[in-house]
C-alpha cells in the first residue's frame, strides 16, 4: 500500500525578526522556518524541508495563518492549536509527541522528561527521545517545542535558526524570561 502524497507549496512573509517561510499541503501546514542569515538561505532551507513543488499564493487559511504568526512574533497572544498540521509522513511517536506539545499554551512550559512521561516514555532516554524528536519538529511555533525545558527548568537547545538565544527570546514574547536582559521584540 502507497501512501498519496499532498502536493506542497510554500511562501515567504515579512516578520518582527525577519523572513519566516511557510509550506502547506491541501491536507494542512507541512513546515515553518525561521529566519536565516538572507532571505535567499530562508527558502532554501524551507524548500528543502517541506519538499516543496514550488512557490505560491497562499490560500486563504495559509494568508490568515501567516497574519497570525506575524503578530505572534510581535509580540501578540496568540493561540495556534486548532491549526490543521499534516502530519501524515511522521511516524506515529513523533505525531503523538507533537500533539501533547500542541497543548502546552501560551507561556506555560514543561520538561524534555515531563513530556517524556506524558507519552509513555520513562528514564533519560525518553527525554532524550523527546529532544531528538523536537529537533525535527518540522512546523515550530505552532507545534510550541520552545516551551519544552531542559532539566531543572534550564533553557535547554533549540534547533531553529538562532539556536537557544531564539528560544529564550520566543518565550520572552510570551513572559517567560531566564535572564533580566532578554530582549523583546522587535529585534530577536
Request: a positive charge; proline letters at 6%.
Amino acid at each position: 500500500m502507497t501512501t498519496q502524497h499532498a502536493q506542497t507549496h510554500h511562501c515567504l512573509f515579512d516578520t518582527a525578526i525577519g523572513p519566516c517561510g511557510i509550506a502547506w499541503s491541501e491536507r494542512g501546514l507541512t513546515a515553518v522556518h525561521l529566519p536565516e542569515a538572507d532571505r535567499t538561505r530562508t527558502e532554501k532551507r524551507l524548500i528543502a524541508k517541506s519538499a516543496s513543488a514550488g512557490a505560491a499564493e497562499p490560500p486563504p487559511w495559509v494568508a490568515a495563518l501567516i497574519a497570525d504568526i506575524q503578530r505572534y512574533l510581535g509580540g501578540e497572544r496568540i493561540d495556534f492549536s486548532a491549526v490543521s498540521v499534516d502530519l501524515a509522513e511522521i511516524d506515529p511517536f513523533r505525531r503523538k509527541l507533537y500533539e501533547a506539545m500542541r497543548a502546552l499554551a501560551w507561556g506555560k512550559t514543561t520538561t524534555y522528561g515531563a513530556l517524556a512521561r506524558d507519552v509513555g516514555l520513562e528514564g533519560w532516554e525518553g527525554a532524550r527521545d523527546v529532544g531528538e524528536a523536537m529537533g525535527r519538529n518540522p512546523v515550530p511555533i505552532v507545534i510550541p517545542c520552545h516551551r519544552v525545558l531542559a532539566a531543572g527548568g534550564k533553557l535547554g537547545g533549540f534547533s531553529a535558526p538562532g539556536g537557544a538565544k531564539t528560544k529564550a527570546k520566543l518565550l520572552a514574547l510570551e513572559g517567560v524570561r531566564f535572564d533580566a536582559g532578554s530582549p523583546r521584540l522587535p529585534g530577536l
